[in-house]
């Protein structure tokens, strides 16, 4: 057996099954963000569990700080060093606020697992190691936030900003 299950009825009609989705829990890279501060000033001044508060304009200090990553020095010598890390943190904190937003309808799921129960996943390749997206098996959409961070940071996102893909995100 492949990674599609086959099963076999009593009248002997083969039925395939797509395989297992794998669940994610992001959360915790989340958290990352106001718990593992930087000694950075300005982080620690801001970066922390009231202001990051899953709220839709918390994101607004989520980008401040990714722009802050990119436009200096010890932002991109962590970047240089990290850029997984951070892509996954930020990341999963705008999937988060998303999740939150839309009343339940997506989980967190591993990448390839999602990859292999839809065409939705069939242009994308993973942008970091063990890549998990926001999936909905009731209506068959993903959505891939650690991906857009990633296009973001490399200076090919089509969103200007990380609030703009949130909002367009939870609008659709």
């Not at 304009?57 to 989520?62: E, G, H, M, T, W």
């Not at 190691?129 to 090919?156: A, H, Q, T, W």
Request: charged content about 25%; glycine content about 4%.
């Amino acid at each position: 057996m492949g990674s599609t299950g086959q099963i076999q009825d009593e009248v002997g009609i083969v039925f395939f099954l797509k395989p297992r989705l794998i669940k994610n829990d992001k959360k915790y890279n989340a958290e990352l963000l106001f718990k593992d501060v930087s000694p950075d000033q300005w982080d620690q001044d801001h970066l922390t569990k009231a202001n990051l508060d899953y709220s839709i304009d918390s994101v607004r200090l989520v980008n401040e700080y990714a722009e802050r990553l990119i436009h200096t020095e010890f932002g991109q010598q962590l970047l240089k060093e990290h850029s997984d890390n951070f892509i996954t943190r930020i990341g999963a904190y705008l999937g988060e606020v998303i999740k939150n937003h839309k009343d339940g309808q997506y989980r967190w799921f591993d990448f390839n697992s999602v990859k292999e129960n839809t065409v939705h996943l069939n242009n994308y390749v993973l942008s970091v190691e063990d890549e998990s997206v926001l999936y909905s098996k009731k209506m068959d959409n993903v959505l891939c936030p650690i991906f857009e961070v990633k296009r973001y940071f490399e200076g090919k996102s089509n969103y200007n900003n990380f609030l703009t893909y949130v909002e367009q995100a939870i609008k659709n």
